[in-house]
């Protein structure tokens, strides 16, 4: 078919995929040929299939992300109680309310605004120029415009634009680790087709969008474009919604619980005062009132600022909080899953043994490109002939070898394959000098390393001899090497390979004279003879702080599941170092997950390691870790991780070395790309939750206690104990500090020891109940009683409710001293740990009692000074509050003592 002819209709996509088929049944199925498409059937297919581009989600305006910040059943309550003081022209409660909605909503929208990019790196990772074949000629092409049947021109370097069928590959190899977490080049080759079921990670003869070309070239026709592409069906996942914070489904909870309470106390109080006759103004007024009590008009800006505080120390100890309600996330999860190239390990191929042909293993200290390690044989350094032998094959490593390194040249000075440039790293240990050595050592021909042959050869000339220098696989080098036992030396290989090793062999020999006199001999005929320099065993190694973290997680029972696309074996190796797993059952590779035999929910939530994964498959272990009842973090740094963050509870990314793609997707960022930094999330997390629950019971408890009094005095036929205005100035004044000083609690000892929360235990338990309702009742009955005293005693209205006032000022000041540990005593708690909270008790009297003097705002609140005698008479009632709940701690604390051990409730935080 020659293309500029009208091209025939695409067939259907072949439902086993493009791998499937042969180069031939390609084309057929894209109507195609090697010579590409016309400029007209290629114009009609854009308009068809559209532009080979990530579609762009509508973004969201300011004005869409402030009305979200609404969207709480406590804003609702909120700007219902608002509208009702409009209604009944008590202004300055309702400007109180809408102060503070807006200031809520400011802080709210601010975090929110930056984090409106979950598909941009997306959508640019397809954005390049490539060469297309087009009316019989070569033309650089924009990416975008590529359609399914284009044919394309490739060489090292170059980003695949689209998912590709190869057509012929030369030494070809493609870096897809962000896409499938294979932290190592792939070998692609143009071949025949492969079997149906061939995971993603294996297609040789595919090049998939997003990727790119570590070394050689091809020519390869495009089978898919834009959201077609492997790359399109990730970007497609993450249109979907992902699961919300924990914190927010519990304050959701929470807030819907607070809602239907102030509403059925309303209902009750209406029903009452309508009962006796009260006046429909004068019913709406008592509501008002109680609503004003119950609902803690402070509490969102008091939840926010906590997680402000919060982000703010976590951004300290390098972990980047994207979604505010998330911050507290890491402290409720129960499982990490982490992905292992670029998070366990640094992706960076290291050499770490050898073994020398007469003198045995040599481990190699140092991991990545740091130059400090030394060659050690049983602890010791090399003795002179295991040095000398080392350094022979570290110098044929390096010259059979097209990669540069420039130790003091950063991420610029690398450039080349990375077992190349492991093979320089090796050789700069052993001494060598791989500069002078490559200048007087000539390169005179070349093999390079291709998938088929398995090793890549050079001949080199030095001093006027010929040498030529082999590295490869074991398998394919050692049989023809001479004055070996090859079984021997295989099973060498097999046995590092079985501990997780990329193992190579390096020999070489001398050129006899004949073949010298050519010059130029067949390489590819030239292996036999060989002598073998010896075995080298790659690893990319693990973080420093990994292991020690690992451990951390698990002690604050945390588990963790380890994800990769590498082999069972390596995998497994790997997780045997991080103390992840131990035995072969308990890891799973991505065609078990396929299976619905072995891929269980029950079976992947018991399993610790995933290996030969893709990117569905992780979205799958999360998803099945979540149906097993855990709060899963997921962490990640490549493309092929963005779906599973996005699905998850919490998303991780790494920050330095990860892509935008997982960044974006992710609710939290780990700066220093550092695995530790999880487990000081986890404690800054749960440090998080428990000052919220803090304030919470702050709130709440004092809301109950207005509430008591209220309703006390209400149904014995007193009048109300305070005006909607003085609850209003009582909530302004104590709670409104206070709750932003308790936010900046330091965290308590113990955190990281405690099991996580239980998964779906309400923000309001039955601790919190329990502290809640002895303290109200404390603070409300001693209230009520004090109000009808002086009623009853022939005190006025103004008179009594102006001590009540004062009264609870105090309660709350003292109150909230119990409130900055649920478990401990207010004495054991180190003042030092929150000096702010006593600056807001001291400011909080301060600010009433300078009200109390204050012309215009005394008439406003009904306030009058009292006399220090009286003032000393309420110290000791607000104490009672304090007393109460001491011996409320210390009973508890004995009867955990008690109680045998391993049935202790799971504790707050």
Same mark, same amino acid.
């Given at each position: 078919?020659?293309p500029?002819s009208?091209?025939p209709e695409?067939?259907?996509l072949?439902?086993?995929?493009?791998?499937?088929l042969?180069?031939a049944?390609?084309?057929?199925?894209?109507a195609?040929?090697?010579?590409?498409?016309?400029?007209?059937?290629?114009?009609r297919?854009?308009?068809?299939?559209?532009?080979?581009?990530l579609?762009e989600?509508?973004?969201?305006s300011?004005?869409?992300?402030?009305?979200g910040?609404?969207?709480s059943?406590?804003?609702y309550?909120?700007?219902?109680?608002a509208?009702?003081?409009?209604?009944?022209?008590?202004i300055?409660?309702?400007?109180?309310?809408?102060i503070v909605?807006?200031?809520?909503?400011?802080?709210?929208?601010a975090q929110?605004s930056r984090?409106?990019?979950?598909?941009a790196?997306?959508?640019t990772?397809?954005?390049?120029v490539c060469r297309v074949?087009?009316?019989r000629?070569v033309?650089l092409t924009?990416?975008?415009a590529?359609v399914?049947?284009?044919?394309?021109i490739?060489?090292a370097g170059?980003?695949?634009?689209?998912d590709?069928?190869?057509l012929?590959?030369?030494?070809?190899?493609?870096?897809e680790?962000?896409?499938t977490?294979?932290?190592?080049?792939?070998?692609?080759?143009a071949?025949?087709?492969?079997?149906?079921?061939?995971?993603?990670?294996?297609?040789?003869?595919m090049l998939?969008a997003g990727?790119t070309?570590?070394?050689?070239?091809c020519q390869?026709?495009?089978?898919?474009t834009?959201?077609h592409?492997?790359?399109?069906?990730?970007a497609g996942s993450?249109?979907?919604?992902?699961?919300p914070?924990?914190l927010?489904?519990?304050?959701?909870?929470?807030?819907?619980m607070?809602g239907l309470v102030a509403?059925?106390?309303v209902?009750v109080?209406?029903?009452?005062?309508?009962?006796?006759?009260a006046?429909?103004?004068a019913?709406?007024?008592?509501?008002?009132?109680?609503a004003?009590?119950?609902?803690p008009?402070?509490?969102?800006?008091?939840v926010?600022?906590?997680?402000?505080?919060?982000t703010?120390?976590?951004?300290?100890?390098?972990?980047?909080?994207?979604?505010?309600p998330?911050v507290?996330?890491?402290?409720?999860?129960?499982?990490?899953?982490?992905?292992?190239?670029?998070?366990l390990?640094?992706?960076?191929?290291?050499?770490?043994?050898?073994?020398?042909?007469?003198?045995?293993?040599?481990?190699?200290?140092?991991?990545?490109?740091?130059?400090?390690?030394r060659?050690?044989?049983?602890g010791?350094?090399?003795?002179?002939?295991a040095q000398?032998?080392?350094?022979d094959?570290?110098a044929a490593?390096a010259?059979?070898?097209d990669?540069?390194?420039?130790?003091?040249g950063?991420?610029?000075?690398?450039?080349?394959d990375?077992?190349?440039?492991?093979?320089?790293?090796?050789a700069?240990?052993?001494?060598?000098?791989?500069a002078?050595?490559?200048?007087?050592?000539?390169?005179?021909a070349?093999?390079p390393?291709?998938?088929?042959r398995?090793?890549?050869a050079s001949?080199?000339?030095q001093?006027?001899?010929?040498r030529?220098?082999?590295?490869?696989?074991?398998?394919?080098?050692?049989?023809?090497?001479?004055?070996?036992d090859?079984?021997?030396v295989?099973s060498?290989?097999?046995?590092?390979?079985?501990?997780?090793?990329?193992?190579m062999?390096?020999a070489?020999?001398t050129?006899?004279?004949d073949?010298?006199?050519?010059?130029?001999?067949?390489?590819?005929?030239?292996?036999?003879?060989l002598?073998?320099?010896?075995l080298?065993?790659?690893i990319?190694?693990?973080?420093t702080?990994?292991?020690?973290?690992?451990?951390?997680c698990?002690g604050?029972?945390?588990?963790?599941?380890?994800?990769?696309?590498?082999?069972?074996?390596?995998?497994?190796?790997?997780?045997?170092?991080?103390?992840?797993?131990?035995?072969?059952?308990?890891?799973?590779?991505?065609?078990?997950l396929?299976?619905?035999?072995t891929?269980?929910?029950a079976?992947?939530?018991?399993t610790?390691?995933f290996?030969?994964v893709?990117p569905?498959?992780k979205v799958r272990?999360?998803?099945?870790?979540?149906?097993?009842?855990?709060?899963?973090a997921?962490t990640?740094?490549?493309v092929?991780?963005a779906?599973?963050l996005?699905?998850?509870?919490?998303?991780?990314?790494m920050?330095?070395d990860?892509?935008?793609?997982?960044?974006?997707?992710?609710?939290?960022v780990?700066?220093d790309?550092n695995?530790?930094?999880?487990t000081?999330?986890?404690?800054?997390?749960r440090?998080?939750y428990?000052?919220?629950?803090k304030?919470?019971?702050?709130?709440?408890?004092?809301g109950?206690?207005?509430?008591?009094?209220?309703?006390?005095?209400?149904?014995t036929?007193f009048?109300v104990?305070?005006?909607?205005?003085?609850?209003?100035?009582l909530n302004?004044?104590?709670n409104?500090?206070q709750?932003?000083?308790?936010?900046?609690e330091k965290p308590?000892?113990?955190?990281?020891?405690?099991?996580?929360?239980?998964?779906?235990?309400?923000?309001f338990?039955a601790?919190m109940i329990?502290?809640?309702?002895?303290?109200g009742?404390?603070?409300g009955?001693?209230g009520y009683?004090?109000?009808?005293?002086?009623?009853s005693?022939?005190?006025?209205e103004f008179?009594?409710?102006?001590?009540?006032?004062?009264l609870?000022?105090a309660?709350e000041?003292v109150h909230?001293m119990?409130?900055?540990s649920?478990? #401990?005593s $207010?004495?054991?708690? *180190?003042?030092?740990?929150?000096?702010?909270l %006593? =600056?807001? /008790?001291?400011?909080? &009297?301060a600010?009433? #009692?300078? $009200?109390?003097?204050? *012309?215009g705002?005394?008439d406003?609140?009904? %306030? =009058?000074p /009292?006399?220090?005698? &009286?003032?000393?008479l309420?110290?000791?009632?607000a104490?009672?509050?304090?007393?109460?709940?001491?011996?409320?701690?210390?009973?508890?604390?004995?009867?955990q003592?008690?109680?045998?051990?391993g049935t202790?409730?799971l504790t707050?935080?």
């Open positions: 078919m020659s500029m009208a091209d695409p067939g259907p072949p439902a086993d995929g493009w791998h499937a042969d180069a049944a390609t084309f057929g199925r894209l195609t040929t090697a010579a590409g498409l016309g400029d007209g059937e290629a114009a297919r854009l308009a068809q299939y559209g532009p080979n581009a579609p989600p509508p973004s969201r300011l004005a869409l992300i402030v009305l910040q609404l969207k059943p406590l804003i309550l909120l700007l219902a109680a509208s009702v003081s409009l209604v009944l022209a008590e300055d409660q309702a400007v109180f309310i809408f909605l807006a200031i809520n909503t400011a802080i709210g929208a929110e984090a409106e990019a979950n598909t790196a997306l959508r990772a397809i954005t390049t074949w087009r009316q000629t033309r924009d990416s975008k590529l399914p049947g284009d044919v394309v490739l060489e170059d980003r695949v634009p689209a590709l069928r190869l012929s590959a030369s030494e070809l190899q493609a870096d680790s962000a896409l977490g294979e932290s190592l080049p792939v070998a692609k080759a071949g025949v087709a492969l079997a149906p079921d061939t995971p993603l990670a294996e297609r040789a003869t998939f990727s070309l570590h070394r050689g070239g390869a026709v495009v089978i898919a834009g959201t592409t492997e790359l399109g069906h990730i993450l249109q979907n919604a992902s699961a914070p924990p927010t489904v519990k304050l959701d909870r929470f807030t819907r607070l509403l059925a106390l209902a109080v209406v029903t009452q005062q309508l009962s006796t006759g006046s429909l103004h019913t709406f007024f008592v509501a008002v009132a109680l004003v009590s119950v609902i008009e402070g509490l969102p800006v008091a926010t600022v906590a997680l402000s505080v919060a703010r120390r976590m951004a300290r100890r390098n972990v980047i909080v994207r979604h505010l998330a507290e996330g890491l402290g409720a999860c129960t499982v990490v899953a982490t992905d292992k190239t670029g998070t390990t640094r992706n960076q191929l290291t050499a770490k043994r050898l073994w020398l042909p007469g003198h045995g293993a040599v481990a190699i200290e140092g991991a990545g490109f740091d130059l400090g390690g060659l050690l044989q049983e010791v350094p090399l003795a002179p002939p000398e032998a080392a350094r094959l570290a490593a010259l059979c070898n990669a540069a390194f420039d130790p003091d950063g991420a610029a000075g690398r450039s080349g990375t077992v190349d440039l492991a093979f320089l790293v090796l700069m240990k052993t001494g060598l000098d791989v002078e050595l490559r200048h007087t050592a000539r390169r005179t070349e093999l390393f291709s998938a088929e398995k090793y890549a001949l080199d000339e001093d006027g001899v010929l030529l220098h082999v590295k490869g696989a074991a398998e394919v080098l050692v049989p023809h090497c001479l004055g070996i090859v079984d021997a295989l060498l290989a097999d046995e590092m390979a079985g501990q997780g090793y990329r193992v062999a390096v070489a020999r050129l006899g004279v073949e010298a006199a050519g010059r130029r001999p067949r390489m590819d005929r030239a292996l036999e003879g002598t073998l320099l010896g080298v065993g790659f990319d190694p693990l973080r702080e990994a292991k020690a973290a690992v451990a951390d698990r604050a029972g945390v588990a963790v599941k380890m994800i990769t696309g590498d082999h069972a074996a390596t995998a497994l190796s790997i997780a045997r170092d991080l103390g992840i797993a131990a035995r072969a059952e308990e890891v799973m590779t991505g065609r078990q396929d299976d619905p035999a891929g269980t929910d079976r992947i939530a018991a610790s390691v290996a030969r893709e569905s498959h272990i999360v998803e099945a870790l979540q149906r097993c009842g855990h709060v899963v997921m990640g740094d490549g092929n991780d779906p599973a996005h699905r998850a509870d919490l998303g991780v990314a920050g330095r990860g892509t935008d793609a997982a960044r974006d997707a992710a609710d939290l780990l700066t790309d695995f530790a930094s999880i000081a999330g986890i404690q800054e997390g440090a998080a428990a000052n919220i629950r304030v919470i019971y702050l709130a709440i408890s004092t109950a206690a207005e509430a008591v009094f209220f309703l006390m005095a209400l149904f036929g009048p104990p305070l005006t909607a205005v003085q609850l209003l100035w302004l004044v104590t409104g500090g709750h932003v000083a308790l936010a900046l308590e000892p113990g955190l990281l020891s405690r099991p996580p929360r239980r998964t779906g235990e309400a923000i338990d601790l329990r502290q809640t309702a002895l303290s009742a404390v603070i009955i001693v009683l004090v109000f009808a005293w002086a009623i005693a022939g005190w006025s008179e009594a409710r102006n001590v009540l006032l004062f609870m000022v309660f000041n909230v119990n409130c900055r649920e478990t #401990i $207010a004495f054991r708690v *180190p003042l030092a740990n929150n000096w702010p %006593l =600056a807001s /008790i001291v400011a909080a &009297q600010i009433h #009692i300078g $009200a109390a003097f204050t *012309p705002l005394r406003v609140l009904d %306030l =009058a /009292i006399p220090w005698e &009286q003032w000393a309420l110290a000791p009632m104490l009672s509050v304090l007393v109460v709940m001491e011996i409320d701690k210390a009973l508890r604390a004995r009867r003592r008690r109680r045998p051990a202790e409730p707050a935080g």
